[in-house]
């Protein structure tokens, strides 16, 4: 989990630096750094853990970080797709970075198409407002990520923290 949440912080820095919107990429570096020292902390306790042996203390604790983790970690998901949506500058010649850019490019594309499909489908009340009963949500990054088969996931490859993983290979 503690190399994935970097994955996660590597992920969230890179849409920082091209976010357009200086607000978004403020809150996506600071939600950045936030799963980066809970995923610190987190390693911290699980190394302790795992040299003190058992205890009811150490596994709440344990438990405690991996909440704080998960988070965590969809705080910066949540920062990176108004970062998306605000929009963003043209990636470097960097491959990190153009998979990233690829990446959040595909989800605004279903982005836009669920928002054209429920304006076409549009169920509303008398008032002009969205019926909210049998509306289908609005895809996520986390969505996206979560809907893939591990080895067909269109996410960005390189962002591993060490060699041989791929990024979000498993589910957050």
Do not use: Y
């Not at 965590?72 to 990233?100: T, Y």
């Amino acid at each position: 989990m503690v190399s994935d949440a970097q994955v996660v912080v590597k992920f969230g820095n890179i849409l920082a630096k091209h976010c357009l919107d200086q607000r978004c990429s403020t809150e996506l570096l600071c939600a950045a750094e936030h799963t980066q020292s809970i995923s610190s902390q987190l390693g911290i306790v699980a190394r302790v853990k795992a040299v003190t042996g058992e205890s009811k203390a150490s596994s709440e604790l344990l438990l405690s970080n991996v909440q704080n983790l998960i988070q965590a970690v969809q705080h910066v998901l949540r920062a990176a797709e108004a970062a998306c949506v605000k929009g963003l500058g043209q990636p470097s010649a960097d491959p990190e970075e153009e998979e990233v850019a690829a990446f959040c490019q595909q989800w605004r594309k279903n982005l836009t198409q669920h928002r054209a499909k429920e304006a076409l489908n549009s169920d509303r009340d008398e008032l002009g407002l969205r019926k909210t009963q049998g509306a289908k949500a609005e895809p996520t990054l986390m969505s996206l990520v979560q809907e893939q088969p591990p080895q067909s996931r269109n996410i960005p490859k390189h962002l591993s923290p060490t060699k041989g993983h791929k990024v979000m290979d498993r589910h957050l």
